[in-house]
């Protein structure tokens, strides 16, 4: 029934998904929507300062040109004088596609980048449509220029009109793209699990700016490493860098890795040490033509088996920048979602992720295999749930070590809670105890890696090395603290008791 489903939904959508192309997308009121929802310092704006190098992190708020040079510069002196100042960056942009144009009109229909053709006129013809090109002008060239200042300025005043180009800077020609990348914002869950739009490339900075740790640490420096990862609402260059900009680069899993690694989302480690990453590094560097778009990679670029790109941009045989189609257990494993896998939101999206394997094994193992992740998450949960349950106690009961002595509050905007977040960025006194600071590896750290472990087909991942073997070490220091800390509490009153 469910296959049968599967297969009429991907019918049903592959004959009306034809993408929507530049012209169906209003590129000023994607814009307007764009600043209109950026949260620049967040809603603790007034708690912390920008350090220098955040201008570039988040352009959008923050940036000022440099007084260095206060001149009108034109635009064919950019690359001249940047070759003595800046020479790599004039190296990468003149390789780039953004330079060679007319390279991409002259493509043989057989070359694996020919369909960059149609997309480059698709653009011209968006500019041509809003002005920035006059009527059957074609485009010479992206230069320093259009991204550094506007799309066809001729000159411009390098102390004041300069900008580091945000996400709209971009999406000014590529339409498109923005607007997939947008749409994200619109992802609503069905009870509430997470706040709309979240968690997503396109609401990354709100997420890290309006965590009350980062905004209370008075280590500023420490803080804006969040942003490092956290810029995508802020810029595009996360996964096709500055100034290749190359398509091909963003589809290879390394693209990801600079963000996607470490404690508490190891999805990196975790698909490359899966038979997945084993045979992309295997024959995937070497064989697999990473120039081919995404919707052609199985049947034109030679993959055999998936990559970070394919899994995540693919819904229902469609390929865009809205990576959150099919997101169920999202950053992590709460009950708030356990409990409601049976609803139809997450039914349909796990019914497209069995289309997604299907490319490639039967529909019967996709499934299998996805159940069993399923199954094996809410394992997990369960240990770290009854973990908590102690902690709770422990704290209600004003049990934690320090805790009636020595816990100061954590700075404001936090507020003291046991075994929380702000516990893995600050600590004074006994502020996070050893309690806290267990249970909050074991649910941002263990338990997260035991989900990721199990559905990026890790074994090591969830079983000995990651996940579940940490999830039983932490459940056991927290067993131990407790009757330790209960034992010495019954001691302590049966003195109290003896000596009155
Ligand atoms: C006469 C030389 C000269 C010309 C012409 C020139 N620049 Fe620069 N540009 C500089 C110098 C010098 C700096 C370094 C400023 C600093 O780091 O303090 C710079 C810095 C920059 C930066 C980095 C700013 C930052 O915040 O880090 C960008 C981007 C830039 N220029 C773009 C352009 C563009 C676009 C043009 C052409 C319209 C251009 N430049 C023309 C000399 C020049
Ligand atoms: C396709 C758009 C695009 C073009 C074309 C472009 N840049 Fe950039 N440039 C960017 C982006 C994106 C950033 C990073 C912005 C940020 O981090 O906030 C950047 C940053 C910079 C910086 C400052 C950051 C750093 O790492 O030093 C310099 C300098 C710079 N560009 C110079 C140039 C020069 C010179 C040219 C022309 C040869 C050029 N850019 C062409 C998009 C572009
Ligand atoms: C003035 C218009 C314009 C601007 C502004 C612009 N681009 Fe492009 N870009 C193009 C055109 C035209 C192409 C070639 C057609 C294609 O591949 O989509 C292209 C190609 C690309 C490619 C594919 C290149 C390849 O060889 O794989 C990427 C990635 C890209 N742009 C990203 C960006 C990013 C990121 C920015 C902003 C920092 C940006 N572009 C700004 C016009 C622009
Ligand atoms: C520059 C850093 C960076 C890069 C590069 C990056 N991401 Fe992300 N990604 C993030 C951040 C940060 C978040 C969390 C967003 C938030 O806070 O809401 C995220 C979220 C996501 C999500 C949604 C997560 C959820 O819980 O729903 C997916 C899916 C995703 N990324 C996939 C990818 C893939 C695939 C790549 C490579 C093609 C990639 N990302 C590249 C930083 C990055
Ligand atoms: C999470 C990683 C990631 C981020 C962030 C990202 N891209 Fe991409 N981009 C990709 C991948 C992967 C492809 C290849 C898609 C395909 O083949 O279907 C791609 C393709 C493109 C292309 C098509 C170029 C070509 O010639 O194929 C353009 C243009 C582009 N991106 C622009 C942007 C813009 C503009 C932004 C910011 C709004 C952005 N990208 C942000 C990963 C990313
Ligand atoms: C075989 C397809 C596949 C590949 C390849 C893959 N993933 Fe995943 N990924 C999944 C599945 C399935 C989930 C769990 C989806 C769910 O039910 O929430 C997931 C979850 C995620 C999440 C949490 C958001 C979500 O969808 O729940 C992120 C972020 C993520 N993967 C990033 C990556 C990165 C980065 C890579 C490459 C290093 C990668 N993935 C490779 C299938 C894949
Ligand atoms: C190495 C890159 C990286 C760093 C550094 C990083 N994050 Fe994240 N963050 C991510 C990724 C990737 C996700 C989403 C992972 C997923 O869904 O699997 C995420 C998820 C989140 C989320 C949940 C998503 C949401 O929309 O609410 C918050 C909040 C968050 N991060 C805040 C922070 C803060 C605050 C810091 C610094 C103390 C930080 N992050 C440091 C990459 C990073
Ligand atoms: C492009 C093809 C392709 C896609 C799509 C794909 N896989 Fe795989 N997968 C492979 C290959 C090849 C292997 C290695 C098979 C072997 O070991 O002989 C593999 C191995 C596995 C394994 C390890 C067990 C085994 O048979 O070795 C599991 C589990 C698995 N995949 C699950 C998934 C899931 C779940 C998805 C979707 C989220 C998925 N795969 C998507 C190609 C793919």
């Known amino acids: 029934?469910?296959?049968?489903?599967?297969?009429?939904?991907?019918?049903?959508?592959?004959?009306?998904?034809?993408?929507?192309?530049?012209?169906?997308?209003?590129?000023?009121?994607?814009?307007?929507?764009?600043?209109?929802?950026?949260?620049?310092?967040?809603k603790y704006a007034d708690l912390w300062e920008p350090i220098p190098i955040q201008q570039y992190w988040n352009p959008v708020t923050f940036y000022k040109p440099p007084q260095t040079l206060k001149a009108e510069v034109k635009a064919a002196d950019c690359v001249t004088c940047h070759k003595g100042i800046t020479p790599g960056w004039v190296h990468a942009w003149q390789d780039s596609t953004h330079a060679n144009l007319d390279e991409i009109r002259n493509l043989s229909s057989s070359d694996s980048r020919h369909y960059k053709k149609a997309k480059l006129e698709e653009i011209e013809a968006g500019l041509q449509k809003r002005g920035v090109l006059k009527k059957g002008q074609k485009l010479s060239e992206v230069g320093c220029i259009d991204c550094h200042a506007g799309v066809g300025k001729k000159s411009m005043k390098h102390h004041v009109d300069l900008r580091m180009p945000d996400r709209a800077a971009c999406g000014e020609c590529h339409v498109q793209e923005f607007a997939e990348a947008e749409a994200e914002k619109a992802q609503k869950w069905p009870q509430d699990q997470w706040s709309e739009g979240h968690p997503s490339h396109a609401m990354d900075w709100k997420a890290n700016v309006e965590t009350g740790i980062w905004a209370g640490m008075s280590q500023r420096e420490v803080a804006q490493g969040c942003d490092m990862c956290h810029y995508q609402q802020n810029k595009c260059d996360g996964c096709h860098t500055r100034h290749t900009f190359s398509a091909a680069e963003a589809r290879k899993p390394e693209a990801c890795a600079t963000c996607h690694n470490g404690v508490d989302h190891n999805e990196f480690e975790g698909y490359m040490y899966s038979k997945h990453g084993v045979i992309y590094e295997t024959s995937?560097?070497?064989?697999?033509?990473f120039e081919v778009?995404?919707?052609?990679?199985?049947?034109?670029?030679?993959?055999?088996?998936?990559?970070?790109?394919?899994?995540?941009?693919?819904?229902?045989?469609?390929?865009?920048?809205?990576?959150?189609?099919?997101?169920?257990?999202?950053?992590?494993?709460?009950?708030?979602?356990?409990?409601?896998?049976?609803?139809?939101?997450?039914?349909?999206?796990?019914?497209?992720?069995?289309?997604?394997?299907?490319?490639?094994?039967?529909?019967?193992?996709?499934?299998?295999?996805?159940?069993?992740?399923?199954?094996?998450?809410?394992?997990?949960?369960?240990?770290?749930?009854?973990?908590?349950?102690?902690?709770?106690?422990?704290?209600?009961?004003?049990?934690?070590?320090?805790?009636?002595?020595?816990?100061?509050?954590?700075?404001?905007?936090?507020?003291?809670?046991?075994?929380?977040?702000?516990?893995?960025?600050?600590?004074?006194?006994?502020?996070?105890?050893?309690?806290d600071r267990t249970h909050a590896e074991m649910w941002e750290h263990d338990l997260i890696k035991h989900y990721k472990g199990l559905f990026h087909v890790n074994p090591g991942g969830f079983t000995y090395s990651e996940g579940w073997a940490r999830l039983m070490r932490r459940y056991t220091e927290i067993q131990d603290a407790n009757t330790r800390i209960r034992e010495m509490d019954a001691l302590k009153k049966q003195v109290k008791a003896l000596s009155k």
């Open 293 to 435: 778009q995404l919707k052609d990679a199985i049947t034109k670029g030679g993959y055999t088996a998936p990559t970070c790109a394919w899994c995540h941009f693919e819904f229902n045989g469609e390929f865009s920048h809205n990576l959150v189609r099919k997101v169920r257990w999202a950053f992590n494993p709460t009950p708030a979602i356990a409990d409601n896998l049976d609803h139809p939101w997450f039914e349909e999206r796990k019914v497209a992720w069995i289309g997604t394997c299907s490319n490639c094994h039967s529909p019967r193992f996709s499934k299998a295999w996805l159940d069993t992740a399923d199954k094996g998450t809410i394992q997990g949960l369960e240990v770290e749930q009854e973990a908590k349950k102690i902690v709770q106690k422990l704290y209600d009961d004003g049990l934690m070590v320090g805790q009636k002595t020595n816990r100061p509050a954590p700075p404001a905007p936090e507020k003291d809670a046991p075994g929380a977040f702000f516990g893995l960025f600050w600590a004074k006194g006994n502020n996070p105890s050893f309690v």
């Open 284 to 289: 995937g560097k070497a064989d697999w033509d």
């Open 1 to 42: 029934m469910r296959i049968i489903s599967l297969a009429s939904t991907v019918l049903f959508l592959l004959s009306f998904s034809t993408f929507a192309n530049a012209e169906q997308h209003d590129f000023e009121a994607l814009k307007n929507k764009y600043y209109a929802d950026h949260p620049g310092k967040g």
